[in-house]
């Protein structure tokens, strides 16, 4: 069953833009040696799948996850089999100190391609998975500036997320910081793409519906949250576009009015039950969730008011203050002038070690680099629910 069914779409999104543009981008990637860091993970396993299928001179792909490498070479080699392509598959922190020499022993690179993200709002809910967030999320885009440089690479982009537009939880805040510093750092090589959360990738709630049914566990969700949901694969075509073929010094997002539209949990939860046979049984708490069998085509559910720290009703694209750009795709908008901060400024937050320092006041030193970010505080995280 096709994951746009869960979705309540009908159809996909990007094709016909990745289909118009799909010769041009053969004809670079054929000449191209390619970087990829995090790409293992959900994006950017998927885009990794797709770039090998167009054979690009080198692909290169880095990641901390030994596992996930060994599966993203296996889906490849049981694909698309073999190509005449440089493909190496690197398990290596970009955060070692050493990192550099990553590049500068395998480059040149054309092209460096980053999708390696901390991407929970319940990572702020200590000071030591705080700093890592800070670490990957924008700490690491300084870096990848570098390795632009060192490698000589013309194109550089890093995918961003909705949270990241008037961002109210530190994961968001942070995502938009590293869009401040791949713009202000990339050397007019830099590009993003914002959008929406990626339908059962790994460690979201969609994917734990289905893990949730599989070991017979009740099913959770807030009934108050929408969001946008696209496919990986409409993840990893607006991606490879906004990268290969959109304008530098820009950031895509979705524009398919009709198709990617917010879309509650519940609903999306009460497909997965369907294509199951089942129907949610209502619970009043947890605990009688946790209780209750399922049984006679009903499935139990608690499906709750969300009063956890950094969530907000709805998603957004576009941020207070930023303003569309013409784009070459009928499906993609593109974010031309945004809010810059100062250069002296951004440069101190990324020094900042939310290890040493109140949350408060992590949360008030952001805020003087990224005005339209407004926390939302209420003293719980999403670990302290089912």
């Not at 392509?85 to 460096?112: M, S, W």
């Not at 401040?180 to 959360?197: E, P, Q």
């Amino acid at each position: 069953m096709s994951i746009l069914y869960f979705l309540n779409r009908k159809s996909s999104v990007f094709e016909r833009a990745f289909a118009s543009v799909r010769s041009e981008l053969l004809r670079i990637l054929s000449s191209s040696r390619v970087l990829v860091v995090g790409g293992a993970g959900s994006i950017g396993s998927s885009v990794v799948e797709i770039l090998f299928s167009m054979v690009p001179r080198a692909l290169h792909v880095v990641d901390v996850n030994e596992n996930a490498l060994a599966d993203l070479v296996r889906e490849v080699r049981s694909s698309v089999g073999y190509v005449d392509t440089d493909f190496r598959t690197i398990c290596f922190d970009p955060l070692h100190p050493g990192a550099d020499n990553l590049v500068k022993r395998n480059g040149p690179y054309d092209i460096i391609l980053n999708f390696a993200a901390v991407k929970h709002v319940r990572s702020e809910k200590d000071p030591f998975t705080l700093s890592r967030m800070f670490a990957v999320n924008m700490q690491l885009m300084r870096r990848l500036a570098t390795w632009a440089e060192i490698a000589q690479a013309e194109t550089l982009f890093s995918v961003s997320t909705d949270k990241a537009a008037n961002p109210a939880n530190l994961m968001g805040a942070s995502k938009r910081m590293m869009e401040m510093v791949g713009f202000t750092y990339g050397d007019g090589k830099f590009s993003s793409a914002r959008f929406a959360n990626v339908a059962f990738s790994n460690g979201s709630l969609l994917k734990a519906f289905w893990d949730r049914l599989d070991r017979e566990q009740p099913l959770s969700a807030p009934s108050n949250i929408k969001r946008f949901f696209i496919t990986h694969e409409e993840a990893a075509h607006l991606c490879l576009l906004e990268a290969l073929a959109g304008p530098k010094g820009t950031i895509a997002i979705p524009r398919a009015p009709g198709e990617i539209e917010l879309t509650s949990f519940v609903d999306v939860a009460t497909n997965v039950l369907a294509s199951r046979g089942y129907e949610p049984l209502i619970c009043d708490s947890e605990e009688q969730a946790r209780r209750t069998k399922p049984g006679n085509g009903k499935w139990p559910c608690y499906f709750f008011e969300s009063d956890t720290s950094g969530e907000k009703p709805f998603e957004e694209f576009i941020a207070q203050g930023e303003e569309l750009v013409d784009s070459p795709f009928e499906e993609i908008s593109l974010i031309g002038k945004l809010i810059m901060p100062d250069h002296k400024a951004l440069e101190s937050v990324l020094n900042i070690d939310p290890i040493t320092m109140p949350k408060e006041e992590v949360v008030n030193r952001v805020a003087d680099v990224v005005p339209e970010f407004h926390h939302i505080e209420t003293g719980k995280n999403l670990d302290q629910r089912m």
